[in-house]
């Protein structure tokens, strides 16, 4: 099993930025990828940005060049730098642990709002 315990949301003005961090504890060597999701009110859950073992990284289209995931194997904690923030980014941000055998596991969610 795997935890994951999220931290950094809050409220930003437009054009501000925010870190989120996400610590994993448990069985940490089974994860192979880790990334963030989020969800928008009346919105499914989408992809923010993924980072594999081997640091290559995915982003959606809308936060490519303004969000950075980084994550520190040392420490078990992938982390996501949102700059140049929009309104449109206002959601809950789960992070996200996959194992090699495509089991999953989530935070708990952490509120992102940005005010335009």
């Known amino acids: 099993q795997v935890q994951l315990v999220e931290s950094g949301g809050g409220l930003v003005q437009a054009g501000g930025s925010l870190r989120l961090s996400c610590a994993a504890s448990g069985s940490t060597f089974r994860i192979h990828a880790m990334g963030w999701y989020r969800q928008a009110p009346g919105k499914q859950r989408e992809l923010v940005a993924v980072?594999?073992?081997?640091?290559?990284?995915n982003y959606a289209d809308s936060v490519k060049g303004r969000f950075t995931i980084v994550r520190d194997n040392a420490k078990n904690t992938v982390y996501l730098q949102m700059n140049s923030l929009k309104p449109e980014d206002t959601g809950v941000y789960y992070c996200?642990?996959?194992?090699?055998?495509?089991?999953?596991?989530w935070g708990q969610g952490t509120q992102v709002t940005v005010s335009s």
């Open positions: 980072i594999g073992n081997g640091h290559n990284t």
């Open positions: 996200n642990a996959e194992e090699v055998s495509r089991v999953r596991y």
